[in-house]
């Protein structure tokens, strides 16, 4: 028996997926062929690659790579040449130039002979990630990803000239031969790797243009002939599961690939208007969306008291701020902190955006009627210990997040409002009583996403005077050094390179909860909670500002320092 087979034909047989006489029958031909004892599995019938794939993957600790639902990497493609692919058996799946790393898919992880020939022809320094895959998908990528125009703009000239795709081998058929396909594909993967939080495909009266929102601002990135709209709409709607003879009712779906080696989920959302559908994508990278709670940037006071919310057994913790402030991200960085084998950790979102191991997820759905209110009702007949709803939208959902609150459960939300202050007379003005407040919130985070200054070509100058007013600091003979945008080829021109958040944190105690339960002013509550050492927005904002992690420019965009102008 050869020694290097035993373990994944036991683990295959611990796992229920084949019998014992399989095994046996596959072992006797091995011996006469001398296959790898999964791949003889596969070609007796006994399992299908998927499942071998999965189980290698699970044996071995490495990912693997479905290439039913992976885009290609046109980069990584030119560094492996096609014969070079097949006759290792190995397909690239992206490549990273900062980091030097391509991934690659193989049926075979310790094929050391073909690592060395793939290393000599990729540049020097060059790591090789491999996620295992099955040896037929390998050959079927192989086939249908090579030959063809995978760049934007050569398929758009592809689409215009109406020529065919000359690489191509003759004969080849196929979904991917249609240039569309591909054109969809390449913005996709296009948008992943620029770091885009969403792709707006927006139809005009003569041409339809796409922008991407990179770092919290929409940028323009194509704009197309018209003509090319009602193909791309049919393919992402087909892609997204969504109806392609619909077109007069917004649409809502989903789209879970494989984008430079990683899984991308994006939700796609439908618009009619009067120059056709408008399709928006949601770009949900699992990767960069789970954050460690030390790594959000507070600062040290901050954090601690963040902990010191956290580790109060029962109550409400608020986050809020507006759309794309980063509410979700904050909230998943809490429950990661907190998740643990000994706490049963229930969340009720709308929809899922990141799995997580351990917390029972659930996704509210309007066809099964189960709203946040009812959603809450049932997860506290799970036993929960803490809870997360998405967000508090009505008054019956409140109500039920503070009954979960006051039977001794730790529960988290979101609320759109300005202000952590602001969520206060939020909550009353929707109908919940102050005596109910009081004593039942343990602290409210609010929070803005701030662009974050690229640390290769920023250029700092000495404060100017109405600078000096707009953060409230004092007009000194020594003034201190902020820094400004300029631009250059690794932010892209933009000046700014991903974003930071900006965080007040305003912790509940018994004074608070007397001003709550007398239904104070937010301006009186605000009193009380500077002298507790409350630190606004703006402050926070400040310390990014002096600290030269953003602008003064870009602070002002998000937040309202007018104020300090005329005390």
């Known amino acids: ?192 790797k620029r770091d885009a939080s969403d792709i707006h495909f927006e139809p005009e009266a003569a041409f339809l243009r796409i922008r991407y929102r990179i770092d919290g601002l929409l940028r323009q990135i194509r704009a197309l002939h018209k003509s090319c709209w009602p193909a791309m709409a049919v393919r992402l709607k087909v892609m997204a599961g969504l109806n392609i003879a619909e077109t007069r009712a917004p649409q809502d779906g989903r789209i879970s690939l494989h984008v430079s080696g990683r899984p991308v989920d994006f939700r796609v959302a439908t618009q009619p208007t009067i120059h056709g559908e408008n399709i928006v994508l949601r770009i949900l990278d699992r990767q960069k969306g789970l954050v460690a709670l030390d790594q959000l940037g507070l600062a040290d006071p901050q954090l601690d008291l963040l902990k010191l919310m956290i580790a109060r057994p029962e109550g409400l913790i608020l986050v809020t701020g507006p759309t794309g402030s980063g509410k979700t991200t904050t909230l998943y960085s809490i429950l990661g902190h907190i998740n643990a084998e000994g706490i049963n950790i229930m969340t009720l979102e709308d929809p899922v955006e990141y799995p997580m191991p351990m917390i029972r997820q659930t996704a509210v759905s309007d066809s099964a009627r189960l709203d946040f209110a009812n959603g809450v009702r049932a997860m506290l007949r799970q036993d929960p210990d803490v809870i997360l709803v998405g967000e508090i939208r009505d008054a019956d959902t409140a109500r039920m997040a503070l009954q979960a609150a006051m039977t001794g459960h730790q529960v988290f939300s979101t609320l759109h409002t300005s202000s952590a202050i602001g969520a206060i007379p939020r909550l009353l003005d929707i109908g919940i009583l102050p005596d109910i407040l009081a004593g039942n919130i343990i602290g409210i985070v609010a929070q803005r996403l701030v662009r974050r200054l690229c640390p290769a070509c920023r250029e700092a100058h000495p404060a100017r005077d109405y600078e000096l007013r707009l953060l409230a600091l004092p007009d000194t003979t020594e003034r201190p050094l902020l820094h400004q945008p300029k631009g250059c080829p690794r932010c892209d021109f933009q000046g700014y390179r991903g974003r930071l958040a900006i965080m007040e944190l305003l912790r509940i105690d018994p004074d608070l909860d007397e001003h709550i339960a007398r239904r104070s002013t937010a301006r009186e509550i605000r009193q009380a909670a500077i002298q507790k050492g409350f630190r606004p927005l703006a402050d926070d904002g400040t310390r990014r500002v002096l600290e030269g992690q953003t602008s003064l420019e870009e602070l002002c965009r998000v937040v309202n320092l007018t104020d300090r102008m005329f005390p």
Not at 46 to 72: G, I, K, V
Not at 74 to 103: C, F
Not at 132 to 157: F, K, P, T, V
């Open 1 to 192: 028996m050869n020694p290097a087979a035993a373990p994944i034909g036991q683990t295959l047989l611990n796992l229920g997926l084949i019998s014992a006489d399989q095994l046996h029958i596959a072992l006797r031909e091995q011996g006469r062929s001398g296959e790898a004892l999964g791949r003889q599995l596969v070609r007796l019938g006994f399992l299908s690659e998927a499942t071998l794939r999965d189980a290698l993957a699970r044996t071995l600790d490495r990912p693997s790579a479905d290439l039913a639902h992976l885009l290609p990497d046109a980069e990584a493609l030119t560094l492996v040449p096609q014969h070079v692919a097949k006759r290792l058996k190995l397909i690239p799946l992206s490549y990273d130039a900062a980091r030097q790393l391509l991934v690659i898919a193989s049926g075979e992880i310790d094929n050391l002979v073909a690592l060395d020939q793939l290393g000599s022809l990729l540049p020097p320094g060059t790591q090789v990630e491999i996620q295992l895959a099955g040896d037929s998908d390998i050959a079927r990528a192989i086939d249908q990803l090579y030959g063809h125009e995978l760049s934007i703009d050569g398929i758009l000239h592809e689409i215009e000239t109406g020529e065919p795709d000359l690489r191509s081998p003759s004969g080849r058929a196929g979904e991917y031969a249609q240039p569309v396909v591909r054109l969809i594909d390449a913005l996709l993967t296009d948008a992943v």
